[in-house]
């Protein structure tokens, strides 16, 4: 079993493995180059590309997983949602939905209008083989529904909190037909190939832990059961979401993914035995002078080696300025030292 795969299951192998939120784009100078002239949504609707800068950092960083190079709001364009995604800014929302009428506009995902990933994913599987799993993702409800509700990206995310609490049925229904595109886009992305997915709830660390479980978990939860009944493995993140992190495992993934701001020996004892964990490097600290880098990605290994399963990530996607060279290094010392550190702490 590939060594992504065997930690998901909570059978750590000999080889700690290791992939990077956003490693497919932003920081390689080989991604802007194949990029050149074709904006975002344009190079994820043609599967060529995608195959090629989802490869890209495979080959440069040696990481044990190909996440797909694609965008959470691919599935709501594929759907009809008017949108762009602005250099700097994000994804922006041409039509905001705010009251029934806008809810009425959102159609079930056809997945014949994203086959372009399918393709792509079919293609990737043939190029990697066995041991390296294409990772699958989408967003969660909630964050779709955040920028479908403020617009945009927000600060504060008032108006997603004040329609869910303000009109629940609406924010029932709304969650309700995300959940559906999120678990389509997943199956698509499954049925092409990919082995392990992940569901993005980027934003939901903005909640109180009572909201969340009232009004957000049971439609992760939903996305998360498709996952499951079509037999792939699953990993469940959010940024912020230290006080969120047993909900989270409530909802039904095989791995928890924890950001920066709690170890993850803490996250686990959070979640249970019961979960594998993913994280958790500080992406700031790319920057640092590598012996202090190098001893900050030991640090990592040893507090996930008190978990029954680890995948090494970042606690969140890599920044664009980061040195390619300095992500090629944070690997070989994953996958040098990675099984001696972990059975130091076995001891």
């Not at 997983?65 to 929302?93: C, E, H, K, Q």
């Amino acid at each position: 079993m590939p060594p992504l795969l065997a930690a998901a299951a909570r059978q750590q192998g000999d080889r700690l493995p290791v992939w990077f939120m956003r490693q497919a784009g932003r920081a390689l100078p080989e991604y802007h180059r194949a990029r050149d002239g074709v904006g975002m949504l344009e190079a994820c609707a043609r599967p060529d590309l995608v195959t090629e800068i989802t490869l890209q950092p495979v080959r440069r960083y040696g990481v044990d997983g190909a996440v797909v190079y694609s965008d959470i709001v691919v599935p709501l364009r594929a759907v009809g949602v008017d949108l762009d995604l602005v250099p700097g800014t994000g994804p922006v929302i041409a039509d905001p939905i705010r009251d029934r009428a806008g809810l009425d506009r959102l159609r079930p995902l056809d997945p014949a209008s994203v086959d372009f990933i399918a393709e792509a994913i079919r293609q990737l599987v043939a190029e990697l083989g066995e041991q390296t799993p294409v990772i699958g993702f989408a967003g969660a409800p909630f964050t779709l529904a955040s920028y479908l509700v403020e617009g945009g990206p927000s600060r504060d995310y008032a108006r997603t909190k004040a329609l869910m609490l303000a009109d629940p049925q609406l924010w029932d229904d709304l969650c309700s037909r995300l959940a559906d595109i999120a678990a389509e886009f997943l199956a698509v992305q499954i049925g092409a190939g990919a082995r392990i997915v992940q569901l993005f709830d980027s934003w939901a660390g903005s909640l109180a832990p009572a909201d969340y479980r009232q009004q957000v978990q049971p439609h992760s939860a939903r996305v998360l059961s498709r996952v499951r009944e079509l037999g792939v493995p699953s990993i469940h993140f959010g940024v912020g979401t230290g006080e969120l992190l047993p909900a989270m495992a409530e909802a039904g993934p095989d791995v928890v993914g924890a950001d920066w701001r709690v170890p993850l020996a803490e996250a686990s004892r959070r979640i249970g035995p019961d979960h594998a964990v993913q994280g958790n490097l500080d992406p700031a600290l790319l920057t640092a002078p590598w012996p202090v880098l190098a001893d900050r990605v030991r640090d990592v290994i040893r507090s996930g080696a008190q978990a029954p399963g680890h995948i090494f990530n970042l606690g969140h996607g890599v920044p664009p300025t980061t040195d390619p060279d300095v992500l090629t290094r944070i690997v070989e010392l994953v996958h040098t030292e990675g099984p001696a550190l972990r059975a130091e702490v076995a001891r």
